[in-house]
């Protein structure tokens, strides 16, 4: 019911910046929760950053103070700003909406280099 594209991904030196969209499509209007993960080569998909259709957010320990992510909700779009990258923030970084089931993106890679 629900199709996601992101886009944002690219390679930035540490300490820089990215900001991630997530554009979707379909049963929009359905969505109760989104979200942002991440899967690094050799490691399980792990939980970024979440946002539920009340405005409600949590973050993952290691990016607190420097992600923050945001919905608008004029372009149904989800974002995810990324300050003061890491180079333990080298991923794939997948979209998330959550319905009844989970529906996720094709991931946008982001390479964060020392």
């Known amino acids: 019911q629900v199709q996601l594209v992101e886009s944002g991904g690219g390679l930035v030196q540490a300490g820089g910046s990215l900001r991630l969209s997530c554009a979707p499509s379909g049963s929009v209007f359905r969505i109760k929760s989104m979200g942002w993960y991440r899967q690094a080569p050799g490691k399980q998909r792990e939980l970024v950053a979440g946002i539920t259709s009340g405005g409600s957010t949590n973050y993952a320990d290691s990016v607190k103070g420097r992600f923050t992510i945001s919905r608008d909700n004029a372009k149904n779009t989800l974002y995810l700003q990324m300050n003061s990258l890491k180079p333990e923030d080298t991923a794939v970084y997948y979209c998330?909406?959550?319905?009844?089931?989970?529906?996720w993106g094709q991931g946008t890679q982001v390479t964060v280099s020392s």
């Open positions: 998330n909406a959550r319905i009844l089931l989970n529906y």
